[in-house]
Nanobody, 130 residues
Framework: EVQLQASGGGLVQAGGSLRLSCAAS????????IGWFRQAPGKEREGVSC????????YYVDSVKGRFTISSDSAKNTMYLQMNSLKPMDTAVYYC???????????????????????WGQGTQVTVSS
């Protein structure tokens, strides 16, 4: 059974940091495009970042470039999102995702990905206070 279990969300002040984790089971993350979406109240789900270990591709939405870093640990079959210099606009529920695509890019994390990603985690709340 495929599962993605996200953790690490919480409440932090603006300028602070959080690290999200997502433990995968039932598949090998190195063979998949993996990443994170987020959804703020009243807003559309947004692709934040993705990577494909075997392909070497990596993507960040413009609003998080230079602040967020996506990574993975093959031995633990776990992905991470290190979030620094957090802003109130980063407040959202964050979802880890995985897809059998051969690479990750802006298109995968756009409208197509919002509807068609193979696997979704349960979401973890990130709240950034001003």
């Amino acid at each position: 059974e495929v599962q993605l279990q996200a953790s690490g969300g919480g409440l932090v002040q603006a300028g602070g940091s959080l690290r999200l984790s997502c433990a995968a089971s039932g598949f090998t993350i190195d063979d998949f495009a993996i990443g994170w979406f987020r959804q703020a109240p009243g807003k559309e789900r947004e692709g934040v970042s993705c990577m494909h270990k075997n392909d070497g591709s990596i993507y960040y939405v413009d609003s998080v470039k230079g602040r967020f870093t996506i990574s993975s640990d093959s031995a633990k079959n776990t992905m991470y999102l290190q979030m620094n210099s957090l802003k109130p606009m980063d407040t959202a529920v964050y979802y880890c995702v995985a897809d059998a695509s051969a690479m990750c890019d802006k298109e995968l994390m756009g409208a197509w990905g919002r509807q068609a990603m193979d696997y979704w985690g349960q979401g973890t709340q990130v709240t950034v206070s001003s």
